[in-house]
């Protein structure tokens, strides 16, 4: 079959394909549904597609933004009573930190800024140091004092195990051979 | 008012102003190429005129959005053909594919018993038996060839239409059309239908 043939009879099938027309009532049908307000069925299909994508990235936004905000948790207790048990550590470094404090304080003091010779220093250049400000933050991850009381091991009470002993085997005596290597292997 | 000899641009206008009558005679211009592109992508007649009437009821609904730069024609095929195209893709329609393919086995059964055009019986049985080799190729093609091979065939829509359907440029649209008709010929060489 020819070339031209062959796409003529293609065009005709996929003419048939597509052939027809609607109901004469569908002029009639459509103003209709106008009328009555309807909407397109297959709209909300499309918007579902859409839709739900962004549903669920508003439910994780969502739960991120709960977990950000509730006030105290159960572990966040946890971690403050550990904080409560850590207090007497607590105390002793802030001790240290303000002993370090009025020693860096009196070290200022008798340097020519210190004394209000100089102009002083912008507060960015200061050093900074353990101020008790930081605590609340830093608090809750002290690690707690152990409270436990130390392993104690008992003696072992058994007895060391025994081996019996083996009896006492009498040494072999080899008679030497008789033939010499060399005819040993002849044989 | 008669609307004989008022173009397109006019009845949207007048129905943008209210006038149902007008928007009534739209439809009745556009229905069979509406319903047309409707059956290219669904290839079933009861859910193309579903796909038709949706397609004029959000034409009508957004008549305000219509501003002119292509025609009517082409504006409300462009609605028609992602109404159709949605209920294409839609699960419902994929069930109902699965469960009742009898819509495209009614279509060649239709086709099968229209009377030959050949001259003797054993022309006509070669024809026939070729026509249904056609179009299970037809069927066997990608949706993008097949698609724009139907629309081009169908006979109601310029390439210029067709490719503001597919969002195609119109050399897009031409190579689809020649690949899909290479493609036919493929499958009817390889399933032996003469020589092709």
Known sequence: MSEELLDQAIAEVARELTRGEPGSAFRAQV??????????????????????????????????????????????????????????????????????????????????EGAGLAPSRPASNRVVTNRPAARPVLDPLAAPPLAVASIAVDTLAQDPIQIERLDAIAPMTVAPLDIPDVQRRDQ | MSTVCVTDVELVARARQGDPAAFGELVERHRAAVYRAALAALRSPADAEDAAQDAFLLAYRRLD????????????????????????????????RVVAPKTEAEADAMMANAPAAGPSPEAAAAQEELRRGIREAIRALSPKLRDALLLAQAGDYSYEEIGAMLHAPLGTIKWRVSEARKMIRKHLEAHGYGDV
């Open chain 1, 31 to 112: 103003m209709a549904r106008i009328n009555a307000g309807d909407r397109p069925r297959y709209t909300a299909w499309r918007a579902a597609w859409v839709l739900s994508p962004v549903a669920v990235a508003a439910i994780v936004i969502a739960a991120f933004l709960f977990r950000t905000t509730t006030p105290v948790s159960a572990p966040a207790v946890a971690v403050a009573g550990r904080a409560e048990q850590a207090r007497p550590l607590r105390d002793q470094r802030d001790r240290i930190a303000t002993a370090v404090d009025s020693a860096s304080e009196r070290a200022v003091a008798a340097t020519p």
């Open chain 2, 65 to 96: 959005s219509f501003r002119g730069d292509a025609s009517f024609k082409t504006w409300l095929l462009t609605i028609t053909w992602h109404q159709a195209i949605n209920r294409r893709r839609s699960l419902s329609s994929v069930w109902r």
